[in-house]
Structure formats: structure tokens, C-alpha cells
């Protein structure tokens, strides 16, 4: 499979603690991308890295991209009852027939 | 808002029925692409249309038919479906040409054949 893995599939945290959600992938990429999903709602694009770039900020977010591991991390610090939602990470391989593949995301619950 | 809007939000159909999916995005992108989502799977990619000519077509069953009459509006025509074919339809635009950076997602159709 050429999909990204997210990791862990699930976790929950209090409200206030940083969450750390993981994400693995087996072919090179042009870039990788986060997204937040809402229950039953459509994806929202987080935050892009390129290839070419180690680390990635955007408000309480933080994203890591290790291309000699092909992992990469997103972290959200401070967490909020709203940050509540499943978060999939996507890969851009250039194009192809796969598109923008994406893994099967990590479900975060905060704890109020 | 994203900027693309999915109708309907929900949608209940027999086997032997004919419907169609209608997205629309007021963002002025090139590309635009359905996706299926079904739980437990990874989002599937199914057709991606770019400048209103099909780039992708990943081997989706015929009983899909996707249209695009242009650059703003996508749709996706439903015959003799299977209930395995239940999920969540989302439809998603982007700036660029049919590259894979930044999508915009409508909120979705939720499908259940019956």
C-alpha cells in the first residue's frame, strides 16, 4: 500500500495537554498535508510541508517531516475541547493515479 | 464555509434507483475531484476533473458516472448501486491544474442504498 498510516488510530487527552499524532508513508513524496475532519463533516486542510522542509508552524500547530524516516508528525499544543475531531495526514507524490492519497486517520478526543 | 457546497446532505436509495450528486465551488479553481469515504478505509479517490477534462479515473465501477460541465460544478450520476457503495461522497476543488496541493472539501453527501 502507498497509503499514508497514521498513528496512534485513536487518542484521548485533557483538555490543555499537547496531542502528538504520527504518520508514515512508503514512497517519496513532493509534499505532505494534514487535515481535520469533524464528524460527518468534510476535510479541512491544516497545514502543507514540502519535501524540502524539516519543521512547519501555523498557530498551535507544528508539523515535523522526516523524508529519511518518511514519517512525519503533527502536533497541537495546548489542546481545546474543539480540537476534537479525526486528523489525517495526506501524500502528494506528484501526481498519478493515485491523487492525494490519504491514511486512515487518528481519532482525538479531549477530555473537558 | 470552504467555499464548496454538496447537496443533498443526505440521501436514502433503493438498488434500482437513479441520482445524482451536485458540488459546486465559488472559488475559482481548475480542479475539482470526488472522493469516498466508507468507515474503517482510507479516503478512495474516484475521478478528479481538471480545466473540465477527467485526468483520473481509478478504476471506479460504471455505475458511477461523473460529469463536469465546467469549472465550477461536478457531478457525480448514481445508477443500480450496492449497498457496499453506502459512504460518505465528498467532493473537494483545488487551485492548481490537477497537482495535488491544498484541497478544499465540501461538507458531503451521505449516501445508504438500501
Known amino acids: 500500500s502507498q497509503q499514508g498510516e497514521e498513528d496512534p488510530q485513536a487518542l484521548s487527552i485533557q483538555e490543555g495537554e499537547n496531542a502528538t499524532m504520527n504518520c508514515s508513508y512508503k514512497t517519496s513524496i513532493n509534499n505532505l498535508q494534514w487535515y481535520r475532519q469533524n464528524s460527518g463533516r468534510g476535510l479541512v486542510h491544516l497545514i502543507l510541508i514540502r519535501s524540502n522542509e524539516r519543521e512547519k508552524h501555523s498557530g498551535r500547530l507544528r508539523v515535523t517531516l522526516d523524508t529519511s524516516k518518511k514519517s512525519s508528525s503533527l502536533l497541537i499544543t495546548a489542546s481545546r475541547a474543539a480540537d476534537t475531531a479525526s486528523y489525517f495526514c495526506?501524500?502528494?507524490?506528484?501526481?498519478?493515479?493515485?491523487?492525494?492519497?490519504f491514511g486512515k486517520g487518528t481519532h482525538l478526543i479531549i477530555q473537558p | 464555509e470552504t467555499g464548496v457546497t454538496q447537496t443533498p446532505r443526505h440521501l436514502v436509495m433503493g438498488m434500482t434507483n437513479k441520482k445524482s450528486l451536485k458540488c459546486e465551488q465559488h472559488l475559482g479553481h481548475n480542479a475539482m475531484y470526488w472522493y469516498k469515504q466508507s468507515a474503517k478505509k482510507p479516503l478512495e479517490l474516484m475521478f478528479v476533473?481538471?480545466?473540465?477534462?477527467?485526468?483520473e479515473n481509478n478504476s471506479v465501477p460504471s455505475r458511477f458516472s461523473p460529469e463536469c460541465p465546467n469549472s465550477s460544478h461536478l457531478f457525480l450520476h448514481l445508477h443500480t448501486l450496492q449497498p457496499e457503495d453506502s459512504a460518505l461522497y465528498l467532493c473537494a476543488s483545488s487551485p492548481g491544474q490537477g497537482g495535488y496541493e491544498k484541497l478544499f472539501f465540501g461538507s458531503g453527501t451521505q449516501l445508504s442504498v438500501l
Open positions: 495526506a501524500r502528494d507524490s506528484g501526481g498519478g493515479a493515485d491523487g492525494l492519497t
Open positions: 476533473y481538471s480545466l473540465e477534462e477527467r485526468v
